[in-house]
C-alpha cells in the first residue's frame, strides 16, 4: 500500500485552528494525528475534550489520536464518541494491555499500540495478532521538533519482520522528527504511515511539503 501521512495537529496555530484543519482537509494528507498529553504519563499538556471537538467539527479526515496519558482505559469511550477513527495507547502506560485493546475495538475503533525509544518490539509478540497498528516512537514523547532517534529504523525493520509472521496486514505508524531527509528509509524499513508536525506547519508551504511527503519525491524540494 501506499504511505500514508498525517499531519501533526499539535503543531498548529492553535489561534488559526479551523484554518489550519482546512488546509489539511484540502491537501494529500490522509489523516489527523491529535496528541493528548496528561502532563503526567509525559512532561507536558497538551488539551483534551473540547479542543478534540473542534478539530472533528471542521476535520473530513481520520482521527488518528495518541494517547500520550495514564489510566487510558477510563477515557477510550470518551474519545470514541468525540470521533477518534484510530486510538493509540502507550505499552508503559496499560498494565493489562489486552484489556485496553479489546475496549478500543468494543467501542468500534482501530487499536494501536505505542512503544517509546527505549521500549523492545519483542515484547508485543503476544498481542501482535491483536493489533491494528503499532506506533514506534522516534523521539521522547511530549513535544514536536525534536531530533529523530535513529535506532528507530531498526525497531521498524524488525517489527515489519515480526508482523509478516504474526500480522501481515498491520500498520506501522512512526511519530518524531519525520522529514523529507528520513521519510524514504522510513517506508523502506517496513513504515507505513508517517507523523509529522513541525517539519509541515513550518514549511513555507505545508501543502507542498505534504505533497513531497506523500511522493517520496525529496528531490524537488528545498529544505
Ligand atoms: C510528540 C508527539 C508528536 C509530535 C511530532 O510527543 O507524539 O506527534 O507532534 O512532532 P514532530 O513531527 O515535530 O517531531
Ligand atoms: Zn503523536
Keep these: 500500500m501506499k504511505h500514508l501521512i498525517a499531519p501533526s495537529v499539535l503543531s498548529a496555530d492553535f489561534a488559526n485552528l479551523q484554518r489550519d484543519i482546512e488546509l489539511i482537509n484540502s491537501s494529500a494528507a490522509d489523516w489527523f494525528h491529535?496528541?493528548?498529553?496528561?502532563?503526567?504519563?509525559?512532561?507536558?499538556?497538551?488539551?483534551?475534550?473540547?479542543?478534540?471537538?473542534?478539530i472533528k467539527k471542521y476535520a473530513t479526515k481520520p482521527l488518528d489520536v495518541h494517547l500520550m496519558i495514564v489510566n487510558p482505559d477510563a477515557y477510550i469511550d470518551r474519545f470514541?464518541?468525540?470521533?477518534?477513527?484510530?486510538?493509540?495507547?502507550?505499552y508503559e502506560a496499560c498494565t493489562h494491555l489486552h484489556r485496553t485493546v479489546q475496549l478500543i475495538h468494543a467501542a468500534g475503533c482501530k487499536a494501536c499500540v505505542a512503544l517509546n525509544p527505549h521500549t523492545p518490539v519483542a515484547l508485543l509478540k503476544d498481542i501482535l495478532?491483536?493489533?491494528?497498528?503499532?506506533?514506534?516512537?522516534?523521539?521522547?514523547?511530549?513535544f514536536g521538533g525534536q531530533q529523530f532517534?535513529?535506532?528507530?529504523?531498526?525497531?521498524?525493520?524488525?517489527?515489519?519482520?515480526?508482523?509478516?509472521?504474526?500480522?501481515?496486514?498491520?500498520?506501522?505508524?512512526?511519530?518524531?522528527?519525520?522529514?523529507?531527509?528520513?521519510?524514504?528509509?522510513?517506508?523502506?524499513?517496513?513504515?507505513?504511515?508517517?507523523?509529522?508536525?513541525?517539519?509541515?506547519?513550518?514549511?513555507?508551504?505545508?501543502?507542498?511539503?505534504?505533497?513531497?511527503?506523500?511522493?517520496?519525491?525529496?528531490?524537488?524540494?528545498?529544505?
Excluded at 37 to 42: A, E, K, R
Excluded at 129 to 142: A, H, R
Aim: charged share 15%; no cysteine.
Design 34 to 54: 491529535v496528541d493528548v498529553m496528561d502532563g503526567v504519563f509525559v512532561p507536558n499538556i497538551s488539551f483534551g475534550f473540547p479542543v478534540m471537538a473542534a
Design 80 to 90: 470514541a464518541e468525540a470521533g477518534a477513527s484510530v486510538i493509540t495507547v502507550h
Design 129 to 142: 495478532e491483536d493489533l491494528d497498528m503499532v506506533l514506534i516512537m522516534s523521539v521522547n514523547p511530549g
Design 149 to 223: 532517534i535513529p535506532n528507530s529504523l531498526k525497531k521498524i525493520a524488525e517489527l515489519r519482520s515480526m508482523a509478516n509472521q504474526l500480522n501481515p496486514d498491520l500498520l506501522i505508524e512512526v511519530d518524531g522528527g519525520v522529514s523529507l531527509l528520513n521519510i524514504a528509509e522510513l517506508v523502506q524499513a517496513g513504515a507505513n504511515v508517517l507523523v509529522a508536525g513541525n517539519a509541515i506547519f513550518a514549511a513555507d508551504s505545508p501543502l507542498d511539503m505534504i505533497a513531497a511527503m506523500k511522493q517520496l519525491d525529496s528531490g524537488t524540494m528545498t529544505l
